[in-house]
């Protein structure tokens, strides 16, 4: 089993390319949907939360822009409440492999995973990249973002050109839908290829 990294800046397009993997066949483990899900309503690590940072849950579980206003931009708070929640992820992760140990290869679309240290766990590396004007316009139009809080985000992670120099690959986003698919389906068939003879 070859286990692909798929990591990328905010605003690249990551989550539209790990649809075009597992709509091709490839198991995919989400790792934002899996904090998502563990921060939901009766999940464990909510109460954990609520007991570090008071006031960030409620009867939905975890309110992401109640935490992201105590983390973001807060390197202590944010390392704080990586403690609390990598390990529970790692768990997941864990089982994900497990469960699809048959596969040919898999992807984990890891956000940070350069920052966090994913990239030493895996075989190969997919970036997703974009022009940053793209990237800038696409995360300026979400619900509730501002440029001080892009800029934020930007700040802990990656840049996109020291990401692309990482990578085995690199799949661009700002091009049509059709195209990036192309690119992933590039991906698929280099990482399928019979090895040995």
């Not at 921060?39 to 992401?64: H, M, S």
């Not at 802990?156 to 389906?185: C, M, N, S, W, Y």
Request: with cysteine; aromatic share 6%.
């Amino acid at each position: 089993m070859i286990v692909l990294g798929l990591t990328g800046s905010i605003g690249m397009g990551k989550s539209t390319v790990a649809t075009m993997f597992a709509e091709a066949g490839v198991p995919v483990f989400d790792a934002d949907a899996e904090v998502h899900r563990l921060q939901g309503p009766d999940e464990a690590l909510v109460a954990r939360i609520e007991a570090e940072f008071p006031g960030t849950t409620g009867p939905e579980g975890v309110n992401r822009v109640a935490l992201g206003e105590r983390v973001i931009g807060k390197p202590e708070a944010f390392r704080r409440l990586e403690m609390i929640v990598h390990p529970a992820v790692a768990g997941s992760r864990a089982a994900f492999l497990a469960a699809n140990k048959g596969a040919p290869l898999v992807v984990l679309d890891i956000p940070l995973l350069f920052e966090a240290g994913g990239w030493e766990e895996v075989d190969k590396i997919a970036v997703v990249s974009a022009p940053a004007e793209i990237q800038r316009a696409r995360v300026l139009s979400r619900p509730g973002m501002t440029a001080t809080r892009f800029e934020a985000i930007l700040a802990r992670q990656l840049p996109d050109a020291e990401k692309r120099v990482r990578a085995d690959f690199v799949i661009e986003t700002g091009f049509a839908l059709d195209e990036t698919r192309a690119q992933v389906a590039h991906v698929i068939a280099c990482l399928a290829e019979p090895r040995g003879g």
